[in-house]
């Protein structure tokens, strides 16, 4: 069995783009204007999909704030949640919505360690089976919560813009074209979304979305 690479060190990242650079000079361009990305590594669990679960569809500044209140209740563990009536845990700035899927995340009793092991179809397989997890979500959690060499996030807004402005294409691509693209940056590709994020950064001269 192959041993799965994981983007955990400074190292696996200098290796990993310098095979990206080999193979695609135009992210020697990027590399030039940006400088070395940062691994942008999050601890894997509950609380961090929970956190995307509250952050979607919010400015920074509000989800900043709804999980400050999460945190101050002691809402972060899933029993907690699973106890815990609507209306409590609308006072503290969740939508109904929302709270469905905090309460599904929580219901899901996903092991969390197991999923280390698993593949990264299988990876994105579970997480959106959970409601409230959509691919975007999963593909996230497998890069930068698992270390994930090989994923990318092609429905990224900011990932198919940064492509676009990149490789001079007419028009912003599709995520099937902008997932095609990224073959060719195998088995590197969550690193060569980092470049792509950075460059969108500073193409648009302001922060990227992830």
């Given at each position: 069995m192959t041993k799965r690479i994981l983007i955990e060190s400074d190292e696996i990242l200098a290796q990993a783009i310098d095979a990206?650079?080999?193979?695609e000079p135009r992210f020697e361009y990027v590399l030039e204007h940006t400088g070395m990305p940062k691994l942008r590594l999050r601890p894997d669990g509950f609380q961090t999909l929970l956190q995307a679960i509250v952050s979607q569809q919010v400015s920074v500044a509000a989800a900043k704030a709804i999980w400050s209140r999460l945190e101050i209740e002691n809402f972060l563990d899933p029993n907690r949640i699973l106890k815990t009536n609507e209306e409590r845990l609308?006072?503290?700035?969740?939508?109904?919505?929302?709270i469905r899927y905090a309460k599904a995340l929580a219901a899901a009793d996903l092991d969390y360690i197991a999923l280390r092991r698993k593949s990264d179809d299988e990876v994105i397989r579970i997480l959106t089976e959970v409601p409230g997890i959509g691919v975007w979500t999963a593909e996230i959690y497998a890069m930068f919560s698992l270390k994930r060499a090989d994923i990318f996030a092609a429905g990224d807004l900011a990932l198919k813009?940064?492509?676009?402005?990149?490789?001079?294409l007419g028009e912003r691509p599709t995520e099937g074209e902008l997932r095609q693209l990224s073959t060719d940056w195998s088995p590197w590709r969550s690193v060569a979304a980092l470049l792509l994020w950075d460059y969108y950064s500073f193409a648009k001269n302001r922060e990227g979305i992830v």
């Open positions: 990206l650079t080999s193979c609308n006072s503290v700035g969740l939508s109904r919505q929302k813009e940064s492509a676009r402005i990149l490789f001079s």
